[in-house]
């Protein structure tokens, strides 16, 4: 069985459950898992979710659940599932640079630039903290006064922290994110990994995780692990030319996309160096849906050499708007990350914009690490290159274009299709609600 689709169970039997879903510190509108699980959840299940204010844009509006979210009293309120309306394409021009540039803050520029390394240091643990600490107090009185339910899922390190923090004992611990120890780039997210692995291993929790290499980070006993990875949730796309139509790309130009994500993390700037060097026919396009891109990129791009061959849309959409239009909208996909350690070299089925792009079935380059390596000899979905080999390795997907999209709607259909995953959490929580399990 391949990597990523082993563990679960059967469908989600007549059991209902009270489940609370607590999530503090991670935006629904960026994370196709969290949007999957709650409708996932709430098929089934009498569904609460607990979540920080700031981050329940793109809680998905088409189930009966109720949002607690934190007003400005810090009183805990109720409203519909939904309530914060989706993103509506931008109508301004998606192409300048001009026009989405934004600047660094004052602060942000001057700790960059003039603090000294060890001051640098600390100030990026007094930014972690505060974004994980802000306005915490509230949400863990909101989870205090709130009735018990059966079943408690947390989504990572800061929602256990929030969860514990209120007195709940989580369940199952839906991980986003695998980092080992001597990974985590701050103290705070140190002692956050510490209380992860600690009350997993001593309350036998149940770990939902991308992979079965993700999972066993934090949960050795693979009878508790679930393995869902993230996948979209929809029908096969055809190609669309709204991408095209909307950067005013001639027809025998070739979309290569770079999308979501577009930070260090994921090497554009270097991607752009490469471009370059490629086939003239190659237009490399940057879609950012926050319109954000950072200075050194938008300098970087503006190069007479380079304005033919970079196209930058920021249109903002739903998830599923963007896999629409977007996604399927490029010849290959880009999709890639820099080695940074365990959570960025196991992305091979954690990853939302891999998902879309096989979904449109559009073949993909993604980086020459294992797990890829391994994903694309199961399932042939694209090439793994080097950054400076992406050039080559598109002409070596357009060569055989129609195979290489056939077996990327393949993939899809058979890994990263959210359907068959769908009871997977929810007859967990069947089970642990009657007393099996724990």
């Given at each position: 069985?391949?990597?990523?689709?082993?563990?679960?169970?059967?469908?989600?039997?007549?059991?209902?459950?009270?489940?609370?879903?607590?999530?503090?510190?991670?935006?629904?509108?960026?994370?196709?898992?969290?949007?999957?699980?709650?409708?996932?959840?709430?098929?089934?299940?009498?569904?609460?979710?607990?979540?920080?204010?700031?981050?329940?844009?793109?809680?998905?509006?088409?189930?009966?659940?109720?949002?607690?979210?934190?007003?400005?009293?810090?009183?805990?309120?109720?409203?519909?599932?939904?309530?914060a309306?989706?993103?509506?394409?931008?109508?301004?021009?998606?192409?300048?640079a001009?026009?989405?540039?934004?600047?660094?803050?004052?602060?942000?520029?001057?700790?960059?630039?003039?603090?000294?390394?060890?001051?640098?240091?600390?100030?990026?643990?007094?930014?972690?903290?505060?974004?994980?600490?802000?306005?915490?107090?509230?949400?863990?009185?909101a989870?205090?006064?709130?009735?018990?339910?059966?079943?408690?899922?947390?989504?990572?390190?800061?929602?256990?922290?929030?969860?514990?923090?209120a007195?709940?004992?989580?369940?199952?611990?839906?991980?986003?994110?695998?980092?080992p120890?001597?990974?985590?780039?701050?103290?705070?997210?140190?002692?956050?990994?510490?209380?992860?692995r600690?009350?997993?291993?001593?309350?036998?929790?149940?770990?939902?995780?991308?992979?079965?290499?993700?999972?066993?980070?934090?949960?050795?006993?693979?009878?508790?692990?679930?393995?869902?990875?993230v996948?979209?949730?929809?029908?096969?796309?055809?190609?669309?030319?709204?991408?095209?139509?909307?950067?005013?790309?001639?027809?025998?130009?070739?979309?290569?996309?770079?999308?979501?994500?577009?930070?260090?993390?994921?090497?554009?700037?270097?991607?752009?160096?490469?471009?370059r060097?490629?086939?003239?026919?190659?237009?490399?396009?940057?879609?950012?849906?926050?319109?954000?891109?950072?200075?050194?990129l938008?300098?970087?791009?503006?190069?007479?050499?380079?304005?033919?061959?970079?196209?930058?849309?920021?249109?903002?959409?739903?998830?599923?708007?963007?896999?629409?239009?977007?996604?399927?909208?490029?010849?290959?996909?880009?999709v890639?990350?820099?080695?940074?350690?365990?959570?960025?070299?196991?992305?091979?089925?954690?990853?939302?914009?891999?998902?879309?792009?096989?979904?449109?079935g559009?073949?993909?380059?993604?980086?020459?690490?294992?797990?890829?390596?391994?994903?694309?000899?199961?399932?042939?979905?694209?090439?793994?290159?080097?950054?400076?080999?992406?050039?080559?390795?598109?002409?070596?997907?357009l060569?055989?274009?129609?195979?290489?999209?056939?077996?990327a709607?393949?993939?899809?259909?058979?890994?990263?299709?959210?359907?068959?995953?769908?009871?997977?959490?929810?007859?967990?929580?069947?089970?642990?609600?009657?007393?099996?399990?724990?």
């Open positions: 069985m391949a990597e990523g689709v082993a563990g679960g169970g059967a469908a989600a039997g007549a059991v209902r459950a009270r489940v609370d879903l607590v999530v503090w510190g991670y935006p629904f509108d960026k994370s196709p898992s969290l949007q999957n699980l709650v409708r996932d959840l709430a098929r089934v299940h009498d569904l609460r979710v607990f979540v920080d204010p700031r981050h329940a844009r793109g809680l998905p509006g088409d189930v009966a659940i109720f949002v607690e979210a934190l007003g400005a009293d810090s009183a805990a309120r109720s409203v519909p599932g939904g309530a309306s989706p993103p509506t394409a931008s109508a301004e021009p998606a192409h300048p001009a026009g989405v540039a934004y600047e660094r803050g004052r602060l942000e520029t001057w700790v960059r630039t003039r603090l000294p390394q060890r001051l640098r240091a600390l100030a990026r643990e007094v930014y972690v903290a505060r974004e994980v600490l802000r306005g915490l107090p509230a949400f863990v009185r989870l205090r006064r709130a009735a018990r339910p059966a079943v408690v899922v947390v989504a990572d390190k800061t929602s256990l922290l929030a969860a514990r923090l007195g709940l004992r989580p369940a199952i611990y839906y991980s986003l994110e695998a980092t120890y001597a990974e985590e780039t701050s103290l705070l997210y140190k002692a956050l990994n510490r209380l992860e600690r009350w997993i291993t001593r309350h036998g929790t149940w770990v939902v995780a991308q992979s079965t290499a993700r999972a066993g980070l934090l949960q050795p006993d693979a009878a508790r692990q679930v393995i869902v990875p996948t979209s949730d929809g029908e096969p796309l055809a190609a669309s030319g709204w991408l095209r139509e909307r950067l005013g790309l001639a027809p025998g130009q070739v979309v290569l996309l770079a999308a979501g994500g577009l930070g260090a993390d994921q090497m554009t700037q270097e991607i752009v160096e490469a471009s060097h490629w086939d003239p026919r190659f237009v490399l396009v940057l879609h950012s849906a926050s319109g954000r891109f950072v200075p050194e938008l300098e970087l791009v503006k190069a007479p050499e380079l304005a033919a061959r970079v196209r930058l849309s920021t249109d903002h959409f739903t998830i599923d708007e963007a896999e629409r239009r977007v996604y399927a909208g490029a010849d290959i996909g880009i890639y990350y820099r080695d940074l350690g365990f959570n960025h070299r196991h992305t091979a089925y954690s990853s939302g914009k891999l998902a879309a792009f096989l979904r449109a559009v073949p993909v380059i993604v980086p020459d690490f294992d797990e890829f390596r391994a994903a694309v000899a199961a399932h042939g979905f694209g090439v793994c290159a080097r950054v400076e080999e992406i050039g080559a390795a598109a002409a070596r997907l060569d055989a274009a129609p195979a290489y999209r056939q077996a709607r393949a993939a899809f259909d058979r890994v990263y299709r959210h359907a068959p995953y769908r009871d997977r959490v929810a007859e967990v929580v069947g089970r642990l609600a009657t007393g099996q399990g724990r």
